[in-house]
C-alpha cells in the first residue's frame, strides 16, 4: 500500500505533536495493519510524563503506545494463516528466536526483544504498522478490536496468575486497581481462583474492580489492609498476592497478609526500582516470591478467555479519545489518574 499516514509524536517531555510518514511496507514475513485501537499504558504515561524509565531513556522524536489492535490490509507473500480483512490483536515484541531464552521457550526474556514504544523503538500511536505476521493472533467473530488491543495488558494479567500458579480453592489478593491489576484480578477469577479481593487507595478503581468481578475491595487509605485480610481469610492469610501497585508499603504489605508456605507475584515497578522489605517474616514463612516481565505464550489463552466471556476487557475501558487528540489524550491521562482506569486512542473509525 502506497501512501502516508498520520503519526503522534512524543517530542520532548510532556509534548506531543503530529506529522505525515508513509505507510510502511510489509515484509515477506510480515502482515500491514490498519490499526483501530491502541491502549495507553503506564509505561506510556511514565515514558511521556518523565522521558525515562529506569535505563530507557526517550530521545525525541519518539512514537508511544504498544498495545494495538487492527485489521489485515496487507499480506507479505510468506504469510499463510492470515489473510486481508483478519482481525488481529499484536503481540508487540519480536525477539531473536536464537539466544538461550527463546529456545528455552522463555522468549520474554530475550535480551535482543524489540519491542514497541521500548527506547529506541518506535511504538504505534500511529495509522499502519508493518509488523511479523507469527505475532499477529487472529480474533474470533465475536471479539472486537478494541479487546484486541487489550490482549496486550491482559497477556500480563496472566502471566502473573500463572507465576502464582492461581488455581480453584485458593483465596487471593490483588494489590493495585489500576489496569494490570483489574486484569490480574480477571485472570485469577478465570482461572477459578475462589475468592480474589483488590486493595487501592482509589474509590473509582475499586468500584471497577467489583464490577468486573472482584468478591471484595479494600481501600488502604480507610482501613488496615493487612488486619482486614487476615478478618476475610480466618486468620490464615492470604494464599496468593498479586502485587502490582509497585510501592514499598504495598510490598511489605504482602508479606504481612501472606499466608504461611504462599506465593508472592511482584508485577508493579517502584519508583526508585528498590523496596526494603521485612525479609526476616518472608523467611520464617517460607514464602515464594515471583516476578513477571511481560508474559511469553499468553496471546492465545487470553483471546480464547475473551471469546468465551470469562474475561470483560471492554469493562476497563474508561476514556476513549481519537488519534487527532492523543495530546489531549495523554496529558488529561497523567493528570486524572485517579479517574482512569484505562484510556485508549481510538485510530479509525
Known sequence: MEGMMKVAIMTDIQKMDFEERPIPQPKDDEVLVKLDYVGICG???????TGAIGDYVVKPPFVLGHEPGGVVVEVGREVKHLQVGDRVALEPGKTCGQCEFCKEGKYNLCPDVVFFATPPVDGVFQEYVAH?????????????????????????GFHAAIQGDAH??????????GCIGLVSMMALKARGVS?????????????????LGATGVINGMKEDVVEKVK???????????????????????????ARKGSTI????????GEVTLPMSIALDKELTFKTV?????????????VADGKINLKGIVTDEF??????????????????IVKAVIKIHE
Request: with cysteine; aromatic share 8%.
Open 43 to 49: 509505561s506510556d504515561l511514565h515514558y511521556y510524563e
Open 132 to 156: 511479523e505476521a507469527n505475532l499477529c493472533f487472529k480474533l474470533p467473530d465475536n471479539v472486537s478490536t478494541l479487546e484486541g488491543a487489550l490482549i496486550e495488558p491482559l497477556a500480563v
Open 168 to 177: 480453584l480453592g485458593q483465596k487471593a489478593v490483588v494489590v493495585g486497581a
Open 195 to 211: 475468592e480474589v479481593y483488590v486493595v487501592d487507595v482509589m474509590d473509582k478503581r475499586l468500584e471497577k474492580a467489583m464490577e
Open 231 to 257: 478478618e476475610l481469610t480466618g486468620g490464615r492469610g492470604t494464599d496468593l498476592v498479586i502485587e502490582t501497585a509497585g510501592a514499598e508499603v504495598t510490598s511489605r504489605q504482602a508479606i504481612l497478609m
Open 265 to 272: 507475584v511482584f508485577v508493579g515497578y517502584s519508583r526508585t
Open 293 to 305: 516481565f511481560r508474559y511469553r505464550h499468553i496471546y492465545p489463552m487470553a483471546i480464547q478467555a
Open 322 to 339: 481519537p488519534l487527532d487528540e492523543a495530546d489531549k489524550a495523554m496529558e488529561f491521562s497523567m493528570k486524572n489518574k485517579a479517574d
